[in-house]
């Protein structure tokens, strides 16, 4: 695995996570336990921190980049994802918020200043343009994104579940 520091500053691994050897970690990144970066990950947590929640994954070739502090934004957006997200291959999220039990799909785009509130699916290809508040409970998707529904039951129970197949998935790339 690529883990790299940043003017001295080396990402934080919590316990039992699991890194690809074909990812690139740099700077002010910590990873919750349990958490699995998959292959052709690159996060930069360079001019802002990105902290990655217990039991998340982040599926290959995501992007993982935060915006830095400026003048006109003294905090800069930081990359803060919570617990138990299932991040689909080949996303982007930049200097985003996102809760817990979180799906995003394949594809996905989410932008600087997004807060994605607990219990929520991003539909694959869906493009979250900055600024923009998604509401726990529902279903976005588009280009850009719409409210398209309310989760059901299921759908909502296997947000978690989702998270917990990438645990048992990690834990069997640790054993081999």
Do not use: C, F, W
């Given at each position: 695995m690529a883990l790299r520091s940043y003017k001295g500053i080396y990402p934080t691994l919590g316990r039992s996570t699991y890194i690809d050897k074909s990812s690139v970690i740099v700077g002010d990144v910590t990873l919750g336990d349990n958490?699995?970066?998959w292959p052709l990950v690159a996060a930069r947590g360079d001019v802002n921190k990105i902290r990655i929640g217990a039991?998340?994954?982040?599926q290959d070739g995501t992007v993982l980049h935060v915006t830095r502090v400026s003048e006109s934004n003294p905090e800069g957006y930081?990359?803060?994802?919570g617990d138990d997200v299932t991040?689909?291959?080949k996303c982007m999220l930049h200097g985003c918020q996102l809760g817990n039990r979180i799906l995003v799909g394949m594809g996905a785009i989410i932008m600087d200043n997004v807060v994605v509130e607990d219990d929520v699916f991003i539909g694959a290809g869906t493009l979250?343009?900055?600024?923009k508040r998604l509401e726990s409970g529902f279903l976005y998707v588009g280009n850009p994104m719409v409210k398209k529904r309310p989760?059901?039951?299921?759908?909502i129970d296997f947000l978690a579940k989702s998270a917990q197949n990438y645990?048992?998935?990690?834990?069997?790339?640790?054993?081999?």
């Open positions: 958490s699995s970066i039991r998340t994954n982040i930081p990359l803060i994802i991040i689909g291959h979250v343009p900055p600024n989760l059901k039951q299921a759908e645990v048992a998935l990690k834990d069997d790339y640790l054993a081999d």
